[in-house]
């Protein structure tokens, strides 16, 4: 048995620190990216994952209406297709 644990040990230790520094960040960076998606709002200025910068005119659940360019044009795509937030509209605090 106790053969057993010592070489056991090393793998439970290299398994700890494979979920530490791969799963734990990863896990993280997808809860902020999800809370991000769902704070969205009318007027915020976003880049999608295809490199377009626009700004949103109409939001549903499930979709987005973008204003991208000189022309104003208007593109309708999937809330997955934002890769960031460029410019939050910043609300004036209430006291």
């Known amino acids: 048995m106790d053969q057993f644990l010592t070489q056991l040990l090393p793998w439970l230790?290299?398994?700890?620190?494979?979920?530490l520094l791969m799963i734990m960040p990863e896990q993280r960076k997808q809860k902020k990216f999800?809370?991000?998606?769902?704070?969205?709002?009318?007027?915020?200025?976003v880049l999608t994952r295809s490199g377009i910068y626009g700004?949103?005119?109409?939001?549903?659940?499930?979709?987005?209406?973008?204003e991208s360019g000189a022309e104003k044009t208007r593109?309708?795509?999937?809330?997955?297709a934002i890769a960031n937030l460029v410019n939050p509209t910043i609300e004036?605090?209430?006291k």
């Open 92 to 94: 004036p605090e209430k």
């Open 75 to 80: 593109l309708k795509m999937t809330r997955g």
């Open 55 to 66: 700004k949103i005119v109409n939001l549903q659940d499930d979709y987005f209406i973008l």
């Open 34 to 45: 999800k809370s991000m998606i769902e704070s969205l709002k009318v007027g915020d200025e």
């Open 13 to 19: 230790v290299v398994m700890v620190i494979f979920y």
